[in-house]
């Protein structure tokens, strides 16, 4: 039994712990400007929250109206005891009940292999994105 559960957040709802985690994890420990962090279909798309058992958000994961999976924010203290995993299945598993075969998802070149122990396997040439270099990654579920 895990000590966090994965819900379903609502923007609305949810909010400021969701805007606390992805400030916490990309504005402020990997300088991603907030300019470039904030983006209009923020409010569109769809998340799931980490939360442990006294309702402290430990993680969030993002999905777009364009199904792509990202913005995947895990408190470092919290990082290596598989919220990362659990909050990434959530997606993959919310876009599935959509009917989806095919996900993919922007992937940091310091998590390639994260994502390649969750199935998914490398798609095109490295590119940068705020500044931090990416590979594009694919799964078939």
Same mark, same amino acid.
């Given at each position: 039994?895990?000590?966090?559960?994965?819900?379903?957040?609502?923007?609305?709802?949810?909010?400021? =712990?969701?805007?606390?985690?992805?400030?916490?994890?990309?504005?402020?420990?990997?300088?991603?400007?907030?300019?470039?962090?904030?983006?209009? #279909?923020?409010?569109?798309?769809? &998340?799931?929250?980490?939360?442990?058992?006294?309702?402290?958000?430990?993680?969030?994961? *993002?999905?777009?109206? #364009?199904? =792509?999976?990202? *913005?995947?924010?895990?408190?470092? #203290?919290?990082?290596?005891?598989?919220?990362?995993?659990?909050?990434?299945?959530?997606?993959?598993?919310?876009? #599935?009940?959509?009917? &989806?075969?095919?996900? &993919?998802?922007?992937?940091?070149?310091?998590?390639?292999?994260?994502?390649?122990?969750?199935?998914?396997?490398?798609?095109?040439?490295?590119?940068?994105?705020?500044?931090?270099?990416?590979?594009?990654?694919?799964?078939?579920?």
């Amino acid at each position: 039994m895990s000590d966090f559960q994965v819900h379903a957040a609502p923007w609305l709802q949810y909010r400021d =712990q969701l805007s606390t985690l992805r400030r916490l994890v990309f504005i402020e420990e990997l300088a991603i400007p907030a300019h470039l962090e904030w983006e209009e #279909q923020d409010a569109r798309c769809t &998340y799931f929250l980490a939360l442990t058992g006294h309702d402290k958000a430990i993680g969030c994961v *993002r999905i777009t109206p #364009q199904a =792509q999976i990202g *913005r995947l924010a895990v408190l470092p #203290q919290w990082r290596r005891r598989g919220v990362g995993s659990a909050l990434t299945r959530a997606g993959i598993n919310h876009l #599935q009940g959509l009917g &989806y075969t095919e996900l &993919y998802i922007n992937a940091q070149h310091s998590a390639i292999e994260f994502y390649l122990r969750l199935g998914f396997s490398l798609v095109g040439d490295e590119f940068f994105e705020a500044g931090i270099a990416h590979r594009k990654m694919r799964i078939r579920p």
